[in-house]
């Protein structure tokens, strides 16, 4: 069983940074990939970015490249999202959730959300 608590949304302007923090409790994290994902109002959930166990392998969404970085540190039993140049689009709910499958899939833990609102 992994539970997750995400940390670190809150208010920014345009161009702004915010990290984002994926907080792990359960022994069994490192065996598992975490992946980012947001919800903006009205729309569908959506991937931004997933990091393998190990943290040796990355992926993200197109939107966000250049922009984001996500890493981990298993000491820590902590995932995080830094995110550069936010723009307004970047608004939404972000999510962490855990998977043991890479390439990430079928995630199978979630935390509950963190909001980032960026005004322009």
């Known amino acids: 069983q992994v539970q997750l608590v995400e940390s670190g949304g809150g208010v920014v302007q345009a161009g702004g940074s915010l990290r984002l923090s994926c907080a792990a409790s359960?022994?069994?994290?490192?065996?598992?990939?975490v992946g980012w994902f947001r919800q903006a109002p009205g729309k569908e959930r959506m991937f931004v970015a997933a990091?393998?166990?190990?943290?040796?392998?990355?992926v993200y969404t197109d939107s966000v490249k250049g922009r984001f970085t996500i890493s981990r540190d298993n000491a820590k039993n902590t995932v995080y999202l830094q995110m550069n140049s936010l723009k307004a689009e970047d608004t939404a709910v972000y999510y962490c959730?855990?998977?043991?499958?890479?390439?990430?899939?079928?995630?199978?833990?979630w935390g509950q959300g963190t909001q980032v609102t960026v005004s322009s």
């Open positions: 990091i393998r166990s190990s943290g040796g392998s990355t």
């Open positions: 959730a855990a998977t043991a499958w890479w390439p990430p899939r079928n995630y199978d833990y």
């Open positions: 359960g022994r069994t994290f490192i065996n598992y990939g």
